[in-house]
């Protein structure tokens, strides 16, 4: 018998058709793979099966029993569902430990027994290789860190039936076999994990089945292994042949004109703590330089400070020969700074401006925008429809509010934003994060595009794949220090991955040989 069985779901927003007559199948002690593109209903589906939607039609059956249509979400828990949103729910003033207490029942009337619940939960982490301080508050941990804490509040709830939305987008390789070998014992027991990925790679690594989804509708389910090759699974869920590959012609450094230049930056957090940590590099125009580094060591701050977010306690930025160290966000904006930020929803858009208001987000002061202290509606408006076309943003128009389209369409309106005045330095922080194939490819070959015409990159990415085939160099970070700047042509994804976790690389350097780096981890 199927653990969870959906059967001719559909759901709608207004005439938007998010699911139409949608199916799927789980089995008990499968890992069971959802792929598509960016609005074609994954995520939807699964807020269905959680009690997060009410669907229009269809039901949902879970180890046998019908869920009901309105089942609500602590339903689902009750009933062994658990799920890791890609857009965490979390509250950000109360600790870790608290966040996962959110929601439970007290054995003991009317108190709920703290140590208890630390207890176990430090037992937990012991079991899944994640490491997380129980008394921090959310708002002072990263995004990699945030999702952490979501999984383990799935786990302490001893669902079932785990939904993953893209879960290892902030780990490292290391790391992300961590998850997987976790992943492996929870389904070993019987359980059930259904992962929503844009990670091709990683559905035929560790997925049992996948099921393609196109348009809010099926495609079909699979077997892993009898699908011959990857880039089947992407013409399954695109309709078309796609070329995975980012064309991005390495630069020589010949007479390059230096763009940012960063001399012993030093930013501390709320604690005196140094979290970018008397960091120098310099950038030139037409490059991009990668950032690798697990979530939470000090790249969210560097971008922040570099951009104005953030003050620095230390050291000097320098756009051309002008010390920029104090400026502002907007004063950096008119030297040409601009900034794609880690989180979409709390620093890229206003979710509740339409999509002609956040395209002109930072610029609505300024010509052409603005006339003598009014809006121009009209240019507004037309540079609006303009960039819609430009960059693939599906929209109903331009008055549709940001909240309600995808996180790709999301993601390509502050692209689009960022990308329209020609940047002499871009900060691309997590660009990618979250996207799909196509997509993902869509927004890297903008910001290789961006490249070519002279701007200077500095690429932050938990994606080594992705910081290997875009960069020119690749600068390593670990405890808010560049511990190495590599050339992307020889450094080596399993390699990287060490130097981000701290580990030592073999003595013979950027060594290839996957067995000689375990050797090197094992002595550290």
């Not at 949902?60 to 890791?84: C, D, W, Y």
């Not at 940590?277 to 790249?299: C, K, M, P, T, Y």
């Not at 060490?498 to 067995?515: C, H, S, W, Y």
Request: with cysteine.
């Amino acid at each position: 018998m199927d653990l969870l069985r959906v059967n001719s779901l559909t759901k709608t927003f207004g005439a938007i058709v998010a699911n139409d007559k949608a199916c799927l199948d789980v089995e008990p002690g499968e890992v069971h793979a959802i792929l598509g593109e960016n609005g074609a209903g994954k995520t939807t589906m699964m807020n269905c099966i959680y009690g997060l939607y009410a669907p229009d039609a269809g039901e949902i059956l879970f180890g046998g029993k019908k869920l009901e249509r309105n089942h609500s979400i602590s339903n689902s828990i009750e009933a062994g569902i658990g799920m890791v949103h890609q857009h965490f729910m979390l509250v950000h003033n109360m600790t870790v430990l608290e966040n996962i207490m959110l929601g439970l029942k007290s054995t003991r009337p009317p108190i709920l027994d703290k140590k208890k619940v630390a207890k176990a939960l430090n037992a937990l982490m012991e079991e899944s290789h994640i490491r997380v301080d129980l008394n921090k508050p959310i708002y002072d941990l990263s995004v990699g860190v945030q999702q952490k804490v979501e999984i383990l509040k799935a786990l302490y709830r001893k669902s079932r039936l785990l939904i993953l939305d893209e879960p290892t987008a902030v780990l490292t390789p290391q790391e992300a076999e961590e998850l997987f070998d976790f992943m492996r014992k929870f389904v070993a027991k019987g359980n059930s994990v259904v992962l929503i990925t844009h990670k091709i790679d990683e559905i035929m690594h560790i997925g049992d089945r996948v099921t393609v989804m196109r348009a809010g509708k099926n495609v079909g389910s699979y077997r892993t292994k009898d699908i011959p090759h990857a880039n089947e699974l992407a013409y399954l869920m695109v309709g078309q042949k796609i070329d995975l590959t980012v064309k991005n012609v390495q630069s020589a450094d010949g007479a390059r004109k230096e763009k940012l230049r960063v001399e012993h930056l030093t930013v501390r957090d709320r604690w005196g703590i140094n979290v970018v940590d008397d960091v120098s590099f310099s950038l030139r125009e037409g490059e991009i330089l990668g950032v690798a580094g697990v979530s939470g060591n000090g790249q969210l701050e560097l971008a922040q400070a570099l951009t104005g977010l953030m003050e620095s306690h230390g050291g000097k930025i320098f756009l051309g020969e002008e010390d920029v160290t104090r400026l502002r966000p907007r004063a950096l904006q008119k030297r040409g700074v601009r900034h794609i930020p880690e989180d979409r929803h709390r620093r890229g858009l206003i979710m509740d401006y339409t999509v002609r208001e956040n395209l002109i987000l930072g610029r609505h002061r300024d010509a052409p925008f603005s006339r003598k202290g009014r809006l121009d509606q009209r240019h507004i408006t037309r540079f609006a429809e303009e960039k819609m076309r430009d960059y693939g943003i599906k929209a109903p128009g331009v008055q549709t509010k940001a909240r309600t389209l995808s996180g790709g369409n999301q993601q390509k309106i502050i692209l689009a934003r960022e990308l329209a005045v020609c940047p002499e330095v871009l900060v691309a922080v997590q660009p990618t994060r979250g996207l799909d194939v196509q997509a993902t490819k869509f927004v890297q070959n903008q910001i290789v595009a961006a490249k070519r015409a002279g701007t200077a990159v500095l690429y932050i990415s938990t994606e080594l794949k992705e910081i290997m085939e875009l960069s020119d160099r690749v600068m390593v970070f670990y405890k808010g220090q560049n511990v190495a700047v590599l050339d992307a042509k020889t450094a080596d994804t399993w390699n990287v991955g060490l130097l981000m976790a701290g580990k030592r690389i073999p003595a013979g350097g950027m060594n290839k040989n996957k067995g000689a780096a375990d050797e090197t981890m094992e002595s550290n």
